[in-house]
């Protein structure tokens, strides 16, 4: 039986999901070390209220499904990363629009288009200490695996390994978008709670992928 490109794409939206309200807890307490340790708690609401929503939403293609999933996080997270990652699906969405099939190379225009979006709201640059630092190398790692011509779990493994090695490089630098970055110096040497953020979801992501 092969998998539908709605069907990867509800898989990788109802994960994040799940994902973001399990770690709920631990996710604020990264937060904590120099945010204001609510960044776990907005995105599990957010999430929350999709899965609430969930057998409502759209399914008629990946790009209303992802539209209809922007349109809940940013009505429901709170601060400043309801925009951020309604933001992120709304721009995949955008991209999904265009292609009636999916590659992996799709993806990869959509996760540089989310990154293109976040930085046109926040501001945001790479090496600023935010869930970009773990995006961008992300997409580079899908980018460079699929011209190997590996598979789709192939591809997803090593993306999710290089997301949390990049998420985890973070400790080196200083915030400098955000609470954290109020800190200057003091942010040096712990996580971005966003980066680790999607490391944490993209690695779940990974472990149980889907095959065609």
Not at 36 to 54: K, N
Not at 74 to 95: C, D, E, K, L
Request: contains cysteine.
């Amino acid at each position: 039986m092969t998998t539908t490109d709605q069907e990867y794409v509800e898989y990788v939206v109802r994960t994040a999901a799940d994902t973001a309200i399990a770690n709920e807890d631990y996710f604020c307490r990264l937060d904590s070390v120099v945010g204001d340790g609510d960044f776990g708690y907005s995105l599990a609401r957010g999430f929350e209220r999709l899965l609430e929503q969930w057998d409502e939403i759209d399914r008629s293609n990946p790009a209303i499904f992802l539209q209809k999933t922007a349109m809940i996080l940013t009505s429901r997270i709170g601060g400043s990363s309801g925009p951020i990652w309604g933001t992120a699906f709304m721009r995949a969405s955008a991209v999904a629009r265009k292609h009636p099939e999916f590659t992996a190379h799709t993806v990869v225009e959509m996760i540089r288009s989310a990154i293109e979006g976040i930085q046109a709201r926040g501001g945001a640059e790479l090496g600023d200490k935010t869930l970009l630092d773990a995006l961008a190398p992300m997409a580079d790692a899908i980018e460079e695996r699929a011209e190997t011509g590996a598979s789709g779990r192939e591809i997803a493994e090593y993306a999710a390994k290089v997301c949390d090695d990049a998420a985890e490089a973070t400790k080196e630098l200083m915030a400098r978008r955000g609470r954290a970055s109020y800190t200057s110096e003091r942010s040096i040497g712990s996580v971005d709670a966003g980066a680790k953020g999607v490391a944490v979801i993209v690695n779940e992501i990974a472990k149980n992928w889907p095959e065609s």
